[in-house]
């Protein structure tokens, strides 16, 4: 072969060589998932969870076949699970579920005949239930909750139509109150989490449209503001790769900054997206492990999040994973 033919034919190979060796778009993401001990109950999606000090709680879900009533404790410490006092009250699923304290509240949920408006107390301490004042919005499916300056709230969600009323809930004189409304877009199967004292609920559906407007919630004046949409529809260059939107997804909060993932959008999701409160901004990071799923869980103490169960199509899953969020994942490399 001539020199001459030989400099072309690297010319052509060049760019391919380069293209191979290029990064997929998630390959320089950060972050590493990380899977640990699977669940020890029946794999179930839908299920509620909520977390005190450093044990997660799942509890009730849907098999595909059945609602489920169990209640199990993860201990992030020894990578363990613990069956614990099953809900009392009727089975279901897409109920919802958050903490006060060493306390644990869930609420509202379908048992594919009846939604529900019921609403009960953990102790973790002494491991039992106690049924509460009845939650007073509608009964309903697909909610939204978070424990915030002592006090429970519930909002959003489907009871045959689309919501976004709020109430608070007070433990100390068992009783609720109605709030402001979220602004913006009624909504069911958001997710939301709480940074610094505030709460932010973003994502879900409405009408058949994936929700984009995101809220924050201060709780000192009872009010709502609205921030930056996750989708691209400003004319600025900070959300032009932005991809946020999805319904039944979940978040959990490591080191004051919220994480997204899985859900769905027409197809399910496994991207995984950080939120900086500072800022406003989100940033793509390292896609979840596991099988691209929906309707899962989630857990966070604050410092470490796990996601656990969830669904695909009619699989129901039982591992659970760990987001590291300031590793990198070698395999990508």
């Not at 915030?148 to 809930?169: E, H, Q, R, V």
Request: proline share 3%; net charge negative; hydrophobic share 30%.
């Amino acid at each position: 072969m001539t020199h001459k033919r030989l400099f072309t034919l690297l010319l052509i190979m060049l760019p391919a060589i380069f293209t191979a060796c290029s990064s997929d778009d998630d390959d320089d993401l950060i972050g590493k998932w990380y899977r640990v001990s699977d669940f020890d109950g029946l794999a179930r999606s839908d299920a509620s969870s909520f977390t005190i000090g450093n044990k997660g709680y799942l509890v009730c879900g849907w098999t595909g076949k059945k609602c489920l009533s169990d209640l199990w404790a993860y201990d992030m410490e020894t990578d363990s699970w613990t069956q614990k006092a099953s809900f009392p009250g009727t089975a279901r699923y897409l109920a919802t579920a958050f903490n006060i304290g060493n306390k644990g509240y869930l609420g509202t949920g379908f048992d594919n005949e009846s939604y529900y408006n019921d609403f009960w107390e953990y102790d973790s301490t002494n491991n039992t239930w106690e049924q509460k004042a009845p939650f007073p919005g509608s009964a309903r499916r697909g909610a939204i909750s978070f424990g915030l300056g002592g006090k429970g709230y519930i909002g959003s969600g489907f009871d045959g139509n689309y919501l976004k009323d709020f109430y608070s809930f007070n433990p100390l004189s068992n009783s609720w109150e109605q709030i402001i409304s979220i602004g913006g877009s009624k909504r069911t199967g958001a997710t939301c989490f709480v940074i610094n004292d505030e709460a932010y609920v973003c994502c879900g559906q409405n009408n058949g449209d994936y929700v984009k407007d995101f809220w924050k919630f201060n709780p000192s004046s009872g009010t709502w503001s609205q921030l930056r949409d996750i989708a691209d529809t400003s004319d600025d260059d900070y959300d032009d790769d932005y991809n946020i939107v999805r319904t039944n997804g979940v978040s959990f909060v490591i080191d004051g900054s919220a994480y997204i993932s899985c859900g769905e959008s027409g197809s399910l999701r496994s991207d995984t997206w950080k939120y900086n409160p500072q800022t406003d901004l989100w940033e793509n990071v390292a896609k979840f492990k596991g099988t691209p799923r929906t309707a899962t869980a989630s857990f966070s103490s604050g410092e470490r999040g796990f996601i656990v169960s969830g669904k695909s199509s009619t699989l129901q899953f039982d591992d659970i994973w760990e987001l590291h969020p300031y590793e990198y994942d070698d395999e990508d490399y």
